[in-house]
């Protein structure tokens, strides 16, 4: 997927093979080539003699940085990715490509993960909870049925 080093950085697909606009755009066409690969074809591409090694620290890194304009922030479609290599290799992936610890840690402490927890957060907030009709005689909790459920049975097996 990658053709070779240069000073420290990954020379992406040549230009004319993806959309250089747009990161988002790049790792949503990956995800697609992966999600058609069978699990051994990526086990052969990921884990193999000839493994691409550099390919999981890639996805990592996606994910760690910062965009302003979410339309074109590839931290989504990356989060993909990985998850796809996750599904197909399982724990294999573990050890041999990277470390889960800083993998997660990758996740949890990126800017649109954490947006979008709060969005979430936000939207349960908005949520009105039901409150009970104290005069309600028919009302009754979930405890109150554990409760009569509970002696019901005492007594039927008495």
């Not at 990526?42 to 193999?48: D, F, I, N």
């Not at 940085?65 to 724990?91: V, Y």
């Not at 709060?118 to 349960?124: A, D, L, P, T, V």
């Not at 009754?140 to 005492?154: H, L, R």
């Amino acid at each position: 997927m990658f053709t070779e080093l240069e000073d420290g950085k990954l020379i992406l697909l040549p230009s004319h093979l993806y959309d250089t606009s747009n990161y988002k755009n790049y790792w949503l066409g990956i995800c697609m080539l992966l999600t058609v690969l069978e699990e051994q074809a990526m086990a052969s591409l990921l884990l193999g003699p000839n493994k691409q090694n550099d390919f999981m620290q890639s996805i990592l890194h996606i994910m760690e940085k910062q965009t302003e304009d979410e339309s074109s922030n590839p931290f989504w479609p990356a989060l993909h990715c990985f998850m796809t290599i996750l599904d197909r290799l399982g724990s294999k992936v573990w050890g041999q490509l990277i470390d889960p610890i800083q993998a997660f840690q990758t996740i949890i402490g990126s800017p649109s993960y954490n947006s979008e927890i709060e969005n979430i957060r936000k939207s349960c907030q908005r949520i009105t909870k039901y409150e009970p009709d104290p005069d309600d005689d028919d009302f009754v909790t979930c405890s109150q049925a554990v409760y009569s459920f509970n002696t019901e049975k005492v007594k039927k097996v008495s």
